[in-house]
């Protein structure tokens, strides 16, 4: 189940790069595929491709496909579980095969998706009802939904913090640093887990841009020759403050022993008071406390240490965005499954996720964000694909690990230079990357 739930959390930061070798057998009709009329007018079996394999596992799913034969008894539901979805996903989509539902692999660039997958709407139809949707929007046309989406934050002990005297969120980076220091002189507590090892969790620090500045298309000014690690950007901000947790001996000694199994654990007990990371994870710890028997309520979630006109923001990111496969003989049915699973499964709220149903609620893991009048930004994809193109030639890696485990390295001293040259290397290379990738 933690595997699962971290390759999910993980995958919202995941680059859109082209799929080697998917060809998209057979011609794409662009036939949309409509949700049915009358409950009777959807009927055959369809098969729904899944990465949560521990859901299959143990029944999950099946309960949730007995859930919609209530409403859809004429259509059967089998699922397959991937472990390697997204490798097994990708040699597939090079033949037709590739289930009647699936969740879009990362590996497929956007603008391929009228290849893969059939339209499920337009933008103007299904914008308006879900969140998310400009993720798998190609030329007006809508072609996922997601499952779920998440916001961005920090997971931290809440008994931890009081018995270290601090009851209020910090404001800025640098009172963010100043309570972890108090929390390293008042506890036994490590005031900062990087979870270096395991790397991905370093990828979430990406999905704060737009909360600093409480911008949603944030994240779009990226595409072109910008200088994303000047003062005073967003980047700047945010991984400053990762150097500066490290290089004040805020986080563990030594991050090539960090374990993310073993971190749900520590946070659980108080043994580590903050980790960065997305709202995904809140019921994990909170069920690793249950499990410790400490008090799931001391799992808390802070918003990124920044305010703009007296109100936090949090970026809200989609996850996996459900699909139906352009060569499906029963799409009608396969669009009943997407839209009832998005809308009446209940599935979000028990995962403690953001809704991608605008009506719906938030979930009860983000009721601090929501009391304190946090601000949601439903972050921005219309120039996705260009910043991860000049990512990609930059070999940068935004949403990889690498880069901030060099910029931890250098804050701890294992690697040579200054923040400063660190970030002007960046900037170098993003922008002569910029130069070379066609707008």
């Not at 749900?264 to 990371?277: N, S, Y």
């Not at 009943?336 to 995962?351: I, L, M, N, Q």
Request: proline fraction near 5%.
């Amino acid at each position: 189940m933690g595997k699962k739930k971290t390759l999910t959390g993980a995958l919202l930061a995941a680059a859109i790069m082209t799929v080697a070798g998917c060809s998209g057998q057979g011609a794409a009709s662009g036939e949309t595929a409509k949700a049915p009329a009358d409950p009777a007018d959807a009927s055959g079996t369809i098969k729904v491709l899944t990465h949560r394999t521990d859901l299959v596992q143990n029944g999950t799913m099946d309960k949730y496909a007995a859930e919609f034969n209530k409403t859809y008894p004429e259509v059967k539901v089998r699922f397959e579980a991937l472990t390697d979805y997204e490798g097994e996903v990708k040699i597939r989509m090079n033949t037709e095969d590739y289930g009647d539902v699936l969740m879009i692999p990362a590996a497929v660039a956007k603008n391929d998706y009228p290849k893969f997958f059939a339209p499920l709407g337009s933008t103007a139809e299904l914008g308006d009802r879900y969140r998310f949707s400009d993720k798998a929007e190609v030329g007006g046309k809508v072609y996922g939904v997601s499952t779920f989406g998440t916001a961005n934050g920090f997971l931290y002990n809440k008994a931890v913090w009081k018995k270290a005297g601090i009851t209020d969120w910090p404001t800025t980076p640098e009172e963010f640093v100043d309570d972890l220091k108090t929390i390293k002189s008042k506890t036994d507590s490590v005031p900062y887990y990087t979870n270096f090892k395991d790397g991905w969790p370093l990828t979430a620090w990406s999905n704060n841009i737009g909360s600093v500045t409480c911008d949603a298309k944030a994240n779009d000014k990226l595409a072109g020759p910008v200088s994303p690690w000047k003062r005073g950007s967003e980047l700047h901000t945010i991984d400053s403050l990762l150097h500066d947790i490290v290089e004040g001996g805020l986080s563990e000694k030594d991050p090539n022993t960090t374990n993310w199994e073993a971190s749900k654990d520590m946070i659980a007990r108080g043994k580590v008071a903050t980790m960065q990371l997305g709202s995904w994870a809140i019921t994990q710890m909170r069920a690793a406390a249950e499990k410790a028997g400490t008090d799931p309520d001391d799992i808390g979630f802070m918003p990124f240490p920044a305010r703009k006109d007296g109100r936090y923001c949090a970026v809200l990111a989609s996850d996996y965005q459900q699909a139906v496969n352009i060569h499906s003989d029963h799409k009608t049915a396969a669009r009943a499954w997407v839209d009832w699973f998005t809308e009446k499964s209940g599935f979000p709220a028990k995962e403690g996720a953001v809704p991608a149903l605008r009506s719906a609620p938030m979930p009860d893991t983000l009721e601090d964000f929501v009391d304190n009048d946090v601000n949601f930004l439903e972050r921005s994809e219309a120039e996705t694909g260009a910043v991860n193109a000049i990512d990609n030639a930059a070999e940068i890696g935004l949403n990889k690990p690498d880069y901030r485990q060099k910029l931890v390295d250098t804050a701890r001293g294992a690697q040579q230079g200054s923040l400063s040259d660190f970030f002007a290397a960046l900037d170098k290379r993003w922008n002569e990357a910029a130069g070379t990738v066609a707008p």
